[in-house]
């Protein structure tokens, strides 16, 4: 029999989500008391500022700014503060307390932890974290356990609704990048500060995450090689729709093998890429996020919803809630997240895909076969070229935009391509380079 | 600590996913074990017939055909047997022994539910069943543990991938009825016997298990609806092509309001049904699955994938193994399987949605504003009539074919209005009723 008593919870945070996650938990406490086994008692929010809390379904008396004060006591405790400090010192005083620790900090996971997971390990807790991914969709789950037998060959996800907002508009509209941007801020999809949606710093995060989690492998924050969107041109999203791709930021984790060593690593990495239309990715419109992963036996699966929001990611808090409190009820040590596999981290040069570049080339004959020779030395095979004229260049010479989309072939050899591109005569300049996914 | 011993695994069933499951848990022992923090020994294999199994990674001195001597001092007992019988007294024999059970079965958890999940309640033991819908795609982890603090509103799953297949070659290759089932027959989507497939059981069962892990009911398999695709015509998936839907065979269930009582209830039904081009569930082609869940909070999610296959079943096995293995090494009493909402199932024809009717009219005027009379007088709005001309009937007059949407309406007051309208002197015949969902 299990006993029957309340478990003590310490919301840390009072913003969006953790007002609503303290409200939800006290207006459905007996459904979820039913669902668990045992009560599930607030024991006190701590807010920043007592006077900014706006929720009414908050009782003022579980209020405090005094985060510390909480821990002692508590069986679990709900880190929704964000950022790294004071949320590292207090998320490390709740499991060396003994409590169960959930979080939807990806930025502190991303940063510490193995910190954090060490912690936990040592006094047996638990620390979940389903809303720092993608907020209520389930993925950090079906990666720790649902795939805890397979062997995980590749991620691919839009884990960043901001941008994929932007370059939807840009494609499905037409729109220039300014222009989606203006209109992402406007409803408020971007911040004030867009850098950390635009040059992919978020999602980056969110694939040291994953990627350290699939591969059983920790895989800090810096070996993620991060491109973000700025520098996609309407050009660039109008070739590729021609040539029936779309334009996706990607986050992607996928083992590589080393070609100096011979070695399997991960390669973790933040860049848009060209997404084939038919791919399920190309359909995953505005704000939503999606996570696409190929598994050695479980083949092609996709993780789709909203990405971000208040509501969603409290779901994604009190899912791991629930469970947090069922293992608290049910005791014995808990799960270390496991490093198990220790894969070297490799640096993207070693990666393998395919791309598309966009060159300004001199409007004569001639120039697309030396390009294409330029392709061949660099050992980059070509798979189209399409060509369209263009205007003068300012010497008043004719200019064209040649588009090329090739074969599979290492970054190394790519960007060695490019360099040589750029300082060939008959090459005005390389306007722009994206991969292309998801084949 | 942990202590790091063996855990004795005892696979009932050498069929594709059992031998398939086997083989993985040898040939990958030592990684398992490095996520488990345990070895994961087969003590055996039971087979129907010893000469049968062909899986050279076997190895032979595993094999049994005494499926009951494996289970005394086995750890976790995975049963991949399939059917009721003996696969129901296995299961139970095994977590009255204390072992923790992994299933793949179906038929056994949807006729059987209850009692399985009593007996691993009783002794403390744990009862896994992620294979058993829609193969390796998760679905059953996130809608336990992810959403176990959200309220599920609805689930719309595509979870034969049988039907999904003949549908789908209908709808984007025009192909008929019958050459859409030849076809896959001879490709392999289909058994001898497709009636579990083309009539519905096979995704009956899964919906009955999706309900009542969902909504935290005991849903039985005979309270859930079930219509198959074999009425489903070439010239219904046209109309619908043409007003914008694509015909999917799904499992629904949701929570509704009975009308009589006001009480929030549980509908579950299988039936063919108009998704609009738009929705997710359009994108799901040829043998795939995806299952579509909206809840309260976490808004739209949707899981897809390969919904079969032998090695992507033995995935979702493994996922559970693991898991089942983890639990089993932590020890602590089982978290049994909620059925703490316990609302009332109830039948069709409180359900509400909207609907495509196709008829047979006389062409002559004052028809359409005949047949629109019907339908007021039973409360079913119109959305859409769109008229084709037909040919003669058989004394000779000229008919049409008329192709009507309506709005929302119960399954109630849609019965009367066919009913009515079978009856209406210039409707020649009700060609067929489907529904509309997804919106």
């Known amino acids: 029999m299990i006993e029957y008593r309340n478990l003590k919870i310490a919301v840390l945070g009072g913003g ?30 701590a807010v920043r500022d007592l006077d ?26 709900v880190e929704l503060i964000g950022g790294i400090e004071p949320a590292r010192t207090l998320v490390l005083q709740a499991l060396n307390s003994g409590a169960d620790v959930i979080t ?13 997971f060490e912690a936990a390990e040592q006094v047996g807790a638990q620390l979940y974290y389903e809303a720092a991914v993608a907020a209520a969709i389930p993925i950090i789950r079906p990666l720790r356990d649902s795939l805890a037998g397979d062997r995980v060959r590749r991620i691919l996800g839009i884990v960043n609704g901001s941008t994929n907002f932007i370059l939807d508009k840009m494609d499905t509209e037409a729109m220039g990048s300014e222009e989606a941007q ?34 059983h492998t920790h895989v800090p924050l810096d070996a993620v090689h991060r491109e973000g969107i700025g ?30 060593t011979g070695r399997e690593g991960v390669s973790a990495r933040v860049h848009p890429a060209l997404v084939p239309a038919d791919h399920p990715l190309a ?17 092609s699966l996709m993780f789709y919803g909203a990405g ?7 779901s994604a808090v009190l899912g791991d809630i629930v469970s947090a409190a069922r293992r608290h009820l049910a005791g014995g040590p808990g799960v270390a997240e496991s490093v198990s596999a220790d894969l070297p981290v490799l640096p993207i040069d070693v990666a393998i895909t395919r791309y598309q570049i966009t060159l300004e080339v001199a409007d004569l004959p001639g120039v697309l076969a030396e390009v294409a020779g330029v392709f061949a030395e660099g050992g980059v095979s070509i798979e189209t070229a399409s060509q369209a004229a263009g205007a003068a260049d300012e010497t008043g010479d004719p200019t064209a935009t040649l588009v090329i989309i090739t074969h599979r072939a290492t970054e190394r050899a790519l960007a060695a391509t490019v360099e040589t591109l750029a300082a060939s005569p008959s090459v005005r300049s390389v306007r722009g380079v994206l991969r292309v996914e998801g084949q």
Do not use: C, M, W
């Open 283 to 299: 359909a995953v419109h505005g704000g939503n996020n999606a996570v696409f992963v190929e598994a050695e036996f479980a083949g």
């Open 104 to 116: 939807a900090n990806k930025a502190l996971l991303a940063t510490h932890g193995p910190e954090l």
């Open 182 to 215: 203006r209109l992402a801020f406007e409803l408020g999809y971007l911040e004030a500060d867009p850098t950390l949606d635009v040059d992919g710093y978020d999602a980056a995060q969110k694939a040291a995450i994953l990627a350290s989690l699939a591969f």
């Open 308 to 314: 971000a929001g208040g509501v969603q990611t409290a």
């Open 231 to 260: 520098a996609v041109t309407g050009e660039q999203v109008a070739a590729a729709r021609a040539a029936g791709y779309v334009v996706k930021l990607l986050a992607i984790a996928e083992r590589v093998t080393d070609p100096v």
């Open 52 to 77: 900014a809390v706006r929720t009414p379904a908050l009782p003022r008396e579980l209020l405090t700014t005094d985060a510390e004060s909480l821990i002692p006591g508590a069986d679990l405790v």
């Open 16 to 45: 969006t989500v953790g007002a609503n996650v303290a409200a939800l938990l006290i207006e459905h406490g007996e459904e979820l008391a039913a669902r668990v086994g045992a009560g599930l008692e607030v024991v006190g929010v």
